[in-house]
């Protein structure tokens, strides 16, 4: 991201992101432990969502190049080998020609959909069932709270999946996830969601959330199953379109790697951009 948005990360700082060094600030307990609690030289900033795409999006429009439309769906697109007409709705439905085309539509993206109807198909698919549900809340950091170990990971010890993150946030928040598998979903009223973090492998977390004010309502979720689409391997795929990120693969997401893959995606194309284009 700072890469592509030279000052991004300053930015989110400013805006209230937790910077936290791994080991002292930030630590992980996985089924043999504690990791050591030392200063490795790594150092992690953690935001709510909101925050990093609000930040992101302020500092995509500074781009003067850039115009954002809201409020349109893409319905479809035509190739003719070597423009892209693409059809929006909205207010006022119309169609744009484009030289290049880029899916950054999440798992919900219709290139699949899209190069089948256009006869590029099938399109492969991987798809696995994690089994992998999570709840998780906002709890306000409670006030003189001066431990300078704010944020915590703990996975759990088989065969029980019982795991759960806590991390310190922008507006003097934490945000708490619990996640098991299959059988073992973390509940969402609010005293099954105590209880489950009381059964974790370590009582840090509960020590910290049943002490804590609740802001606002559980939210549950489970992610159906992770899909990878091949798209390398159709036979034939028009030139000047590109998926991205979850429009390609979108994974468990508990192991906080989706939007790792998007931005390893975006940085790839940079590089081709740059190598064909002189970008």
């Not at 769906?73 to 035509?78: C, L, R, S, Y």
Request: hydrophobic content about 40%; overall charge neutral.
């Amino acid at each position: 991201i700072e890469k592509i948005f030279p000052g991004c990360m300053s930015e989110l700082i400013d805006y209230g992101a937790i910077t936290a060094r791994y080991g002292i600030e930030f630590h992980i307990r996985d089924w043999l432990g504690w990791f050591p609690r030392r200063d490795i030289g790594l150092t992690g900033l953690f935001m709510t969502r909101p925050l990093l795409e609000r930040t992101v999006r302020s500092c995509l429009l500074r781009n003067g190049r850039v115009t954002i439309r809201d409020g349109v769906n893409v319905t479809g697109w035509k190739h003719d080998g070597t423009r892209i007409a693409v059809t929006i709705s909205g207010q006022a439905p119309q169609t744009l020609t484009a030289d290049f085309v880029v899916d950054a539509t999440g798992r919900g993206g219709q290139t699949k959909e899209m190069l089948e109807a256009n006869g590029y198909g099938p399109v492969e698919e991987i798809v696995i069932d994690t089994g992998e549900a999570y709840a998780s809340a906002y709890f306000e950091i409670p006030p003189g709270c001066k431990d300078s170990s704010h944020s915590f990971i703990i996975m759990g010890t088989p065969p029980v999946s019982h795991s759960s993150f806590l991390l310190a946030v922008e507006g003097n928040r934490w945000i708490c996830a619990l996640t098991g598998r299959f059988d073992e979903a973390p509940p969402k009223d609010p005293e099954g969601f105590i209880a489950f973090a009381r059964n974790l492998s370590d009582p840090c977390i509960y020590d910290r959330i049943s002490q804590a004010k609740p802001l606002g309502p559980i939210r549950a979720f489970k992610p159906a199953f992770s899909k990878w689409r091949h798209y390398e391997r159709l036979a034939e795929i028009p030139d000047r379109i590109v998926p991205l990120g979850d429009a390609i693969a979108y994974v468990n997401p508990i192991y906080a790697q989706g939007m790792t893959l998007a931005s390893t995606h975006a940085q790839c194309l940079w590089k081709a951009l740059e190598a064909r284009a002189g970008v």
